[in-house]
């Protein structure tokens, strides 16, 4: 056999033994779908009937947010929403308007647990715009001394010095609704994301 026939069966059967290998060995595949990070812009917060502009200001300044802020205080372009507050004790007024709402066929209140709110030992309930206007879920509240309040709804938007918005990363935005859900005159504060195409 020449040289030349000598060499090219070596490549030949090195060749079938790389594809051999190939085909048989697995190679390690980074198979993690990469993790988009979560953008947001901004708090919806709800706080307690009567909370004037100048105290939700004064709150917020309170927490030090490290990130520039405009608010917009008792938004309109969301529907109204009223709530009462009854003690964690008190289940008759509970049941009677749970039996109200069956028989009246009406969804007074809110009571799934994603709308209930616990402050202390009370329950905040979202009351829907019907009930307010319902005498006879009026009339049970007046039974118990329970009075019909109004949520004050503010948006607060990140901006940057010059008035163009910005936003931070979720992990800081769940930081600093946790501390601002500890306060007394919030109810509640929704996250506001942004939507990347």
């Known amino acids: 056999m020449s040289k030349i026939n000598k060499e ?61 802020y405009s608010i917009k205080y008792n938004t309109d372009y969301m529907e109204d929403k009223y709530y009462i507050i009854l003690d964690k004790d008190n289940w008759d007024i509970r049941r009677e308007i749970s039996k109200g709402m069956k028989e009246e066929k009406k969804d007074w209140i809110t009571s799934s647990p994603a709308h209930v709110i616990r402050k202390g030992n009370d329950y905040v309930f979202t009351v ?28 607060v938007r990140f901006e940057k010095p010059d008035g163009s918005r910005y936003w931070i990363p979720e992990e800081d935005a769940i930081r600093t609704k946790n501390k601002l859900e500890m306060n007394e005159s919030i109810f509640s504060v929704d996250i506001d994301y942004i939507c990347d195409q």
């Open 128 to 155: 829907s715009e019907q009930a307010i206007q319902d005498e006879n879920f009026l009339a049970i509240l007046k039974k118990y001394n329970i009075q019909v309040e109004k949520f004050v709804e503010c948006l």
């Open 8 to 68: 090219l069966s070596i490549l030949i059967i090195f060749l079938i033994l790389t594809v051999f290998a190939g085909t048989f060995m697995k190679t390690p595949v980074d198979t993690k779908t990469p993790v988009k990070e979560l953008k947001v812009a901004g708090f919806f917060i709800e706080f307690e009937d009567g909370v004037s502009e100048s105290e939700v200001k004064t709150i917020l300044e309170s927490y030090n947010l490290t990130m520039n």
